[in-house]
């Protein structure tokens, strides 16, 4: 099958970052043409402009809609996209100069209509976005889930790097209206469709993560909040691994409350751990500083999707309430 590739982008309020991303398609050394589609989600600052200035250089459509999330934005791209592949990418991404070259080859050798890649973070990104890649991304955070490669039975690809053959797209209609999670559960619909998903290792985007302390904490909330939804969308999909940062939370309360009250070596695994991420994400980043935001953004993450995950599970598992009703705020309309 000759594979014609269409980049689907959503965007939102972000012609900077449309910028950035487009002048990164300049760098790749594939031979082949692609086309380029702009999703504008009912933005009050719009990228048209921003696409103008690169309508000449490269294949590229753009097209404004009125807001109803990113799931939604990515299929009206693809409704629209002429290619037979596609590739879903997240705003705030860069592409290293390998990338579609490495995506063809793979596909070409070895096609699946599914595939995913990693995220990592470029050597222009701050430090707080390079600490939290490295909690969203290390095997002693995440167990690398989403920078390793894994069995094809169960990745699940997320949408910031992640491809869709026309096919798939068209049998499993795309992605849903809940966010964020929408990926995952597309990932698990394609898997029920009798598809196969992929990680591509060499595969990965520059995940710049437009984020502050505040702006990660409702981040991984969401996530938690997701998670016991998915699970019971997906039965098979549930893993004992998702209840993690939640019992982390109750080992950090109970060690330092044994520290305090029983005895100080009680705290001694608690800090062990804090100084491996210290060091690995340190060595890893080259920068101390950028080890000790990490163990900031560990407490961040495990604590903002451990509680939320445990809140979920309580009112979606348990309670079996309607997850539309319960957490609304999941859900675009």
């Not at 290792?201 to 437009?210: D, F, I, L, Q």
């Not at 981040?219 to 940062?245: C, D, E, N, Y």
């Not at 980043?285 to 900031?296: D, E």
């Amino acid at each position: 099958m000759l594979l014609k590739y269409s980049f689907v982008i959503p965007v939102y309020n972000r012609p900077q970052e449309v910028r950035e991303l487009l002048n990164s398609f300049f760098e790749l050394d594939y031979s082949g043409d692609f086309e380029i589609v702009i999703v504008e989600d009912g933005s009050s600052i719009t990228s048209e402009e921003v696409v103008d200035e690169f309508s000449d250089k490269l294949h590229i459509s753009y097209y404004f809609k009125e807001n109803s999330g990113p799931g939604e934005s990515r299929n009206y791209g693809m409704q629209r996209a002429k290619g037979n592949y596609f590739i879903i990418l997240d705003s705030d991404c860069l592409l290293p100069s390998h990338y579609l070259t490495a995506v063809d080859e793979f596909l070409k050798n070895s096609f699946y209509h599914c595939f995913g890649g990693a995220d990592a973070a470029h050597q222009s990104f701050t430090p707080l976005q390079k600490a939290i890649n490295y909690t969203m991304t290390s095997f002693f955070t995440t167990g690398g889930i989403r920078g390793s490669e894994v069995s094809v039975n169960s990745f699940e690809p997320r949408s910031f790097n992640m491809g869709i053959s026309k096919e798939v797209f068209e049998k499993t209609g795309g992605y849903g209206k809940i966010h964020p999670g929408e990926d995952p559960d597309l990932s698990q619909r394609i898997l029920k469709a009798g598809y196969k998903t992929v990680f591509l290792p060499n595969a990965y985007v520059y995940h710049k993560r437009r984020i502050s302390w505040k702006k990660f904490h409702i981040q991984v909330k969401k996530f938690g909040m997701v998670r016991p939804i998915l699970s019971k969308w997906h039965p098979s999909s549930a893993k004992i691994t998702f209840w993690f940062p939640t019992l982390f939370v109750l080992f950090t309360i109970a060690s330092i409350l044994g520290a305090l009250f029983l005895s100080p070596y009680l705290g001694i695994p608690l800090a062990s751990y804090l100084v491996l991420i210290l060091i690995d994400s340190s060595i890893k980043n080259k920068s101390v500083y950028i080890g000790v935001l990490s163990v900031v953004a560990v407490f961040i993450q495990f604590f903002g999707y451990g509680l939320a995950f445990l809140k979920s599970s309580f009112f979606i598992g348990l309670l079996n309430k309607n997850p539309q009703e319960q957490f609304p705020s999941l859900f675009f309309k």
